[in-house]
């Protein structure tokens, strides 16, 4: 069975687009099959996979990426797959089982000007286009906006399960306690268009912390998110078993230079220093925790 991640909360600059590229490049690593949607106008993860230049010539090319699919007779959602996505800047490719389903900042026309049908909304049909692919993988991540609009709902539609970037400060809790509303809000709607063979609607799995300063004590927040997460486990608005992740990532400069180098961190350990080393350790423990995470 594949399985089917969205990363998303209200809130931005968290480290959605950062700790989806380098967990889902953590599990390629361990020769796991994986497609990253991009689901972002912002295009982040897309820009940092292709780096600029590739990520240029895809927005020259008309219908070449994920916007294309809501547009008038669309192209194969296999066509728009670029396999095997990471290259140096020689052109040879560092890491089989990473693809990517770009996107650019066209994105934002589903938002804006889109004359969908509506008995059939942007998602159903995202997740039928999606069903074609959907065996050739072990992992399909989505890398969504901080929002649930038309674009992120695809992704919330299609996912099996959901986890939730966060800093360790109260814009987060306030911003998870805003998706997880808009979240049950959207699934009422959106289950009247869910196929049986669609599997059940996502819930949220996991908060995932980021961006931690080495010496800073996050016992507080951590706490404050855990009575939030207990009162919604309660209410039975998250997975009964969600849970805190207790890898965490800390923060280093070589994430935001990995955008620059059109890497994951993860990829980068030849020069390796120590905080390298650290923060690429990170990212493989979260995503070894994520695998070992079964939804209920
Ligand atoms: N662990 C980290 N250490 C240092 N900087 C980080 C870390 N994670 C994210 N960042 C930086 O913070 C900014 C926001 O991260 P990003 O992953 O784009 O968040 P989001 O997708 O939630 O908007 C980016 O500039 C990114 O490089
Ligand atoms: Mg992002």
């Known amino acids: 069975m594949t399985r089917r991640i969205a990363f998303i909360n209200y809130k931005g600059g968290v480290g959605k687009t950062s700790l989806i590229v380098n967990v889902a ?62 290259e140096n800047r020689a052109g040879e490719r560092l890491l089989p089982g990473l693809d990517l389903l770009p996107t650019t900042f066209n994105l934002v026309d589903l938002e804006a000007d889109y004359n969908g049908n509506p008995r059939k909304p942007a998602y159903r049909s995202f997740r039928e286009q999606l069903a074609l692919v959907e065996k050739e993988y072990d992992f399909i991540f989505f890398d969504c906006p901080p929002n649930i609009l038309r674009a992120s709902q695809c992704g919330v539609f299609s996912a099996s399960e959901i986890y939730v970037p966060s800093n360790p400060d109260a814009l987060s809790l306030i911003g998870f306690t ?25 819930q949220v799995q996991g908060i995932l912390f ?37 890898s965490q990532v800390r923060d280093a400069t070589l994430v935001r230079r990995a955008v620059t180098l059109g890497l994951p ?13 650290n923060v690429v350790s990170d990212y493989r423990s979260l995503a070894r925790e994520i695998l070992a995470h079964h939804p209920l």
């Open 210 to 246: 980021n961006a931690i300063k080495t010496g800073t004590d996050i016992e507080v927040p951590r706490m404050r998110m855990q009575l939030r997460l207990n009162q919604f486990k309660t209410a039975q608005s998250v997975a009964k078993n969600a849970k805190i992740f207790s």
């Open 178 to 202: 805003l998706l997880v509303e808009k979240l049950l809000a959207f699934h009422e709607v959106a289950d009247g268009f869910r196929h049986h063979s669609f599997g059940a609607a996502a």
């Open 25 to 86: 490049a953590s599990l390629a690593q361990l020769g796991n099959r994986v497609l990253l949607c991009d689901l972002d106008t912002q295009s982040n993860s897309s820009i940092w996979l292709l780096r600029l230049e590739r990520w240029n010539a895809l927005v020259e090319r008309k219908n070449a990426a994920l916007p294309a699919l809501f547009r008038p007779n669309p192209p194969a959602v296999a066509d728009l797959i670029i396999r095997d996505v990471v």
């Open 265 to 277: 961190v993860t990829l980068i350990g030849e020069e390796s220093t120590e905080d390298t080393g």
